[in-house]
């Protein structure tokens, strides 16, 4: 999976070694790949795990994790070259095929002969590709719902936060990547895929993410604890 901007190894150490000491369920706003909670799981803590995110990528990998469906469709002026790439054909094959496109990020839009030769090599080895990272995610999927289990839900930090009472966890932090990248990002998977989410239909012209999730100030959730995604 090539998603820009999870948290450092470093980092996921910390939050392994400090899982010891939460004993009360954990949100995950702004969620992204998800380390803070594998970092969480990998340190034995066994409780409730509840992510919410507002990309597209997100949303399609936490929907399969937490067992849920994500309604996609493929646009219908998808352009040609990244037509079929998008597999719908249920919550995994969409979650891989989603990750998979990421590594398209500085080829889809087939400027030139290099992203052509890099799409068409991709084309080729698409199924190989899905079948690899499908075990990856099965894998994943049953590291994040040890214990108590794993829910996640496309909703926007602010939102998500007012829906929960105080008694959590609260691992939360700004994007730790530019902005633009991650508009970027987002952008190649808008322009072949269609759903009800918050952002990725909402991309031209948009500058500010941390407005977008929604990102609250730490204090806003009774003392949340800032983190990383």
């Given amino acids: 999976m090539s998603f820009l901007g999870s948290i450092a190894g470093p980092l996921r150490k910390v939050l392994a070694a400090y899982a010891d000491e939460i004993s009360v369920p954990v949100l995950l706003p702004c969620a992204g790949n998800f380390t803070v909670g594998a970092a969480l799981r990998s340190g034995g803590y066994q409780g409730r795990i509840t992510g919410c995110d507002i990309t597209l990528y997100t949303s399609a990998l936490g929907a399969y994790l937490a ?40 080829v889809w839009q087939n400027k030139n002969a290099w992203h052509r030769r890099v799409l068409a090599n991709y084309r080729r080895d698409w199924p190989r590709l899905m079948e690899k990272t499908l075990a990856k995610l099965e894998a994943y999927r049953a590291h994040l719902n040890r214990g108590d289990g794993f829910g996640y839900t496309p909703m926007d930090a602010t939102a998500f936060l007012r829906a929960h009472d105080p008694d959590h966890a609260v691992f939360i932090a700004p994007p730790t990547f530019g902005s633009k990248d991650y508009i970027n990002q987002e952008r190649m998977l808008a322009a072949a895929a269609a759903w009800a989410g918050l952002y990725g239909n909402q991309l031209q012209g948009r500058g500010d993410l941390r407005a977008d999730y929604g990102v609250p100030r730490v204090d806003d959730h009774h003392g949340a604890s800032p983190a990383g995604n």
């Fill in 67 to 106: 067992g849920n469906h994500l309604h996609v469709t493929e646009r219908e002026d998808c352009p040609e070259h990244l037509r079929g790439f998008l597999d719908l054909s249920d919550p995994a094959h969409l979650a891989a095929s989603v990750s998979i496109m990421l590594d398209l990020r500085q």
